[in-house]
T-cell receptor
Framework: DVKVTQSSRYLVKRTGEKVFLECVQDMDHENMFWYRQDPGLGLRLIYFSYDVKMKEKGDIPEGYSVSREKKERFSLILESASTNQTSMYLC???????????????FGPGTRLTVT | KQEVTQIPAALSVPEGENLVLNCSFTDSAIYNLQWFRQDPGKGLTSLLLIQSSQREQTSGRLNASLDKSSGRSTLYIAASQPGDSATYLCAVTRAGNQFYFGTGTSLTVIP
């Protein structure tokens, strides 16, 4: 079974702090994603990475950066946390299902971040 | 841009009832569609993956169908149980880095 883990389930930070959220997958997947999930807005893509040191902006990258130094690890960084970044953050990795010609996403358990 | 809609937003049914959750999307050029379950405060768990060339997939009491031409998918849950209570999300994939999620249907199964 694919396993995607996130460093914290719950996190409380103060406005202006630098925040690191880490995600690790154990299936050698090349593609990894960071989403945030808010009531009524669904999942929104922040950043994704398709290889080590490679990254692409998603729909809402402002206020965030990412780091992918190793294939299994994808970090989301809030440079200066603000209250509007209070949210559930979900990491995912992507498997291409050979023979099925389909892409399947696997999600971590999520990090509930509160910025006060 | 692809838009994914799930109606209803919330559904409450008595235990044992069969039910259908709906997912519609605006652009039929998709690779595949995935149904997820999300328990409160937790991540998404993949339930079923339907390739664009398939019409349906089954896993236990779950059956998902896909009609690309009409931009619709349904998730059928047979003999619902209280443990099925969760939010169900669908997501369509256009390419390896393009995923579009619905906002989900919150299901409550009443014992």
């Amino acid at each position: 079974d694919v396993k995607v883990t996130q460093s914290s389930r719950y996190l409380v930070k103060r406005t202006g702090e630098k925040v690191f959220l880490e995600c690790v997958q154990d299936m050698d997947h090349e593609n990894m994603f960071w989403y945030r999930q808010d009531p009524g807005l669904g999942l929104r893509l922040i950043y994704f990475s398709y290889d080590v040191k490679m990254k692409e902006k998603g729909d809402i990258p402002e206020g965030y950066s990412v780091s992918r130094e190793k294939k299994e690890r994808f970090s989301l960084i809030l440079e200066s946390a603000s209250t509007n970044q209070t949210s559930m953050y979900l990491c995912a990795s992507l498997s291409f299902v050979t023979g099925a010609d389909a892409y399947e996403q696997y999600f971590g358990p999520g990090t509930r971040l509160t910025v006060t | 841009k692809q838009e994914v809609t799930q109606i209803p937003a919330a559904l409450s049914v008595p235990e044992g009832e069969n039910l259908v959750l709906n997912c519609s999307f605006t652009d039929s050029a998709i690779y595949n569609l995935q149904w997820f379950r999300q328990d409160p405060g937790k991540g998404l768990t993949s339930l079923l993956l339907i390739q664009s060339s398939q019409r349906e997939q089954t896993s236990g009491r779950l059956n998902a169908s896909l009609d690309k031409s009409s931009g619709r998918s349904t998730l059928y849950i047979a003999a619902s149980q209280p443990g099925d209570s969760a939010t169900y999300l669908c997501a369509v994939t256009r390419a390896g880095n393009q995923f579009y999620f619905g906002t989900g249907t919150s299901l409550t199964v009443i014992p």
